[in-house]
């Protein structure tokens, strides 16, 4: 561990790293057992897909006052708050039995687990240095499929000898452990790693007013293309979040353990994605700053064919492998975005920048699922449904390739940003 992190101590990265775990369990569970959920609560495919989108809509806009938030206050109080509440509606996930507590106690568990990516990952910025960044950004980040390896493939075990809700109502203990032991971080100053890595003192950053946050985030060129980007990505994710299940459901008729064998594997091709492109990272830093979002840009735009290809799989024997090559492309472009994210946001807004592109995918998944896109697959099956989803990956991908060229300019900026802050 101490190689990932370049001699410093690996214990916020694996204490971050066990809650994500624990929260992208509930997920993996959740996804695996969508036809299982849907079936138990009778709701047709958009009706279930409501109940998914509101969910994300909701906690992707409360993401933005949580970033501002976890730049002006304590952000570790934040990270265990979040683990106990993420934990405490997990549970009473397999509780309810009415449509609108399912989205209630959904919607909770997503804003307890709302610190997992912008306050997790601006923590993460200010514990290690540039260089090493990539490496525990993958190392952090690969703690959601870990999770959805092991949730898919425990859930889907465990739905068929004793049913779906016994899934949810076994991750209260470990989270609120792994949350004690949040307790003990050390809360870093903003912009501690990137000061020390240029052999100054620690600065003090002044927090700004949301207004004028917003308005330092969006000079970012590098940021305001990605953002463009990011929005289409959300029209790209809804069918894939609300259909790949149905998909394995209906089209190759697989029970819940052959679908949780299947959500593990494509989890672990994401793995190796994220775990590669932590060391890709690296070597494309040393070419050039702007190359991580060139690569991010191909990446995306290869994911659109491939999905392409999924919903068009003849049968179980060809959507297996090219499902997992999918999985594995989707994965390398983690790191290396987030790694561009930590350089081109100003340390004084970057928790803010980490959370603002949720804004950007919500609209992205609201103004997909209102559109006639939305109803696709009840209307045209389930192909359609989920064929709809590969343009968007596709132009994504042309957009944020156009935000290379900022990205050397972008970091000088953000750098002298910190030196006005002294």
């Known amino acids: 561990m101490l190689n990932i992190t370049g001699g410093e101590s690996p214990f916020p990265l694996s204490v971050l790293f066990l809650l994500f775990f624990f929260d992208e369990f509930d997920t993996g569970a959740f996804n695996v ?5 849907k079936r138990s ?5 958009r009706g279930f897909g409501l109940v998914v989108v509101v969910n994300l809509a909701i906690v992707l806009v409360l993401a933005v006052p949580v970033g501002h938030l976890g730049d002006r206050v304590k952000r570790v109080v934040f990270v265990v708050i979040g683990a106990v509440i993420a934990g405490t509606f997990s549970f009473l996930t397999g509780v309810v039995t009415t449509v609108g507590l399912l989205v209630a106690v959904r919607i909770m568990n997503g804003v307890g687990r709302l610190a997992n990516d912008p306050i997790h990952t601006s923590l993460l910025t200010d514990y290690y240095e540039p260089f090493h960044r990539p490496r525990v950004f993958a190392t952090h980040r690969n703690a959601m499929q870990l999770g959805s390896i092991f949730g ?22 470990p989270i609120l452990l792994t949350a004690v032991a949040a307790a003990r971080l050390r809360e870093p100053e903003r912009g501690e790693s990137d000061r020390r890595a240029a052999g100054g003192v620690m600065p003090h950053v002044r ?23 990011v929005l289409i990505i959300g ?5 894939l979040a609300v259909l790949l299940p ?10 819940e353990a052959a679908r949780g064998i299947i959500v593990s594997a494509n989890a672990f091709a994401t793995y190796l994605g994220i775990q590669n492109a932590g060391k890709w ?22 994911v659109g064919v491939q999905l392409a290809l999924v919903a068009a799989a003849p049968n179980l024997w060809f959507f297996l492998p090219i499902g997992l090559i999918t999985s594995f492309t989707t994965g390398i472009f983690f790191p290396p ?9 100003p340390a004084r807004v970057r928790s803010l920048g980490f959370s603002f592109a949720s804004i950007f995918i919500a609209v992205g998944a609201g103004l997909f699922f209102i559109s006639p896109l939305g109803g696709l697959s009840d209307s045209y099956g389930l192909r359609w449904g989920l064929f709809s989803s590969a343009p968007f990956w596709l132009v994504a991908g042309i957009i944020i390739l156009t935000a290379a060229k900022f990205v050397t300019e972008d970091t000088q900026r953000a750098f002298a940003d910190l030196d006005e802050n002294d």
Request: aromatic letters at 10%; a positive charge; glycine letters at 10%.
């Open 246 to 255: 149905l998909y394995l459901d209906r089209v190759f008729g697989l029970n």
């Open 207 to 229: 927090p700004l007013p949301f207004g004028q946050a917003i308005r330092v985030l969006l000079r970012v060129r590098t940021l305001r293309r990605a953002y463009w980007g």
């Open 152 to 173: 898919s493939a425990i859930a889907g075990g465990a739905a068929y000898l004793v049913g779906w809700r016994v899934t949810f109502m076994i991750l209260l203990v």
């Open 281 to 302: 990272t690296q070597t494309w830093l040393t070419k050039n700053l702007g190359e991580p979002v060139r690569m991010c840009g191909w990446l995306l735009m290869l």
């Open 41 to 45: 609560f009778h709701l047709t495919d």
């Open 33 to 37: 057992l969508a036809p299982n959920i």
């Open 235 to 239: 029209g790209g994710i809804v069918p």
């Open 337 to 345: 975005l987030l790694t561009v994210t930590a350089l081109v946001a």
